[in-house]
């Protein structure tokens, strides 16, 4: 299977990377950057791909956003965390979409955040969203990527 990952580079798509060529499977870092570079497929500021970046890819995983630990979460940084995970999710997926031989699964990270802070509560896949900003942030991010079932994707 021919995967491609954007956040490649982080702490869980560097692992990943490994462990998907452990089991066979051709991997193709979706690196970010100055597309005058040759190993960089995409800048998603300057809504860019270069051609080609997508050909023949099976699925992508994508991993993209700011770290949620680097520093305090002033109002400048929540805009950070929002922008490099559902601005750069839609525009990946309105990029697959118009793809004519694109990937047929999607596979969008998450995160518990998503149920916001219950306490005791035990927490299932059915339990509401949460209401705080974790929540929003990454129910927001969920909701981009589901996006992709409308262009028949698995996601």
């Known amino acids: ?19 998907l060529r452990e089991l066979g499977h051709e991997v193709v870092p979706v690196t970010r ?17 270069r051609d080609g970046a ?17 520093g305090r979460w002033t109002e ?25 031989n694109g990937p047929s699964v999607l ?8 149920y916001g802070t219950p306490g005791d509560e035990l927490l299932t896949e059915a339990s509401p969203r949460g209401d705080d900003f974790a929540a929003s942030l990454v129910g927001d991010w969920e909701d981009s990527a589901i996006r992709a079932r409308d262009h028949g994707m698995r996601v």
């Open 76 to 100: 400048k940084r929540k805009q950070l965390l929002r922008t490099s995970r559902i601005d750069l999710t839609d525009f990946l997926v309105t990029h697959l979409s118009r793809l004519e």
């Open 1 to 19: 299977m021919r995967v491609a990952i954007t956040g490649s580079t982080g702490l869980v798509g560097t692992a990943l990377q490994s462990r």
């Open 54 to 70: 997508f050909d023949d890819v099976d699925a992508v995983i994508n991993l993209s956003g700011a770290s949620i630990g680097d």
């Open 33 to 49: 950057g100055d597309l005058s570079d040759p190993g960089v497929l995409w800048n998603p500021p300057m809504q860019a791909i």
């Open 107 to 114: 596979v969008n990270a998450s995160a518990v955040g998503y």
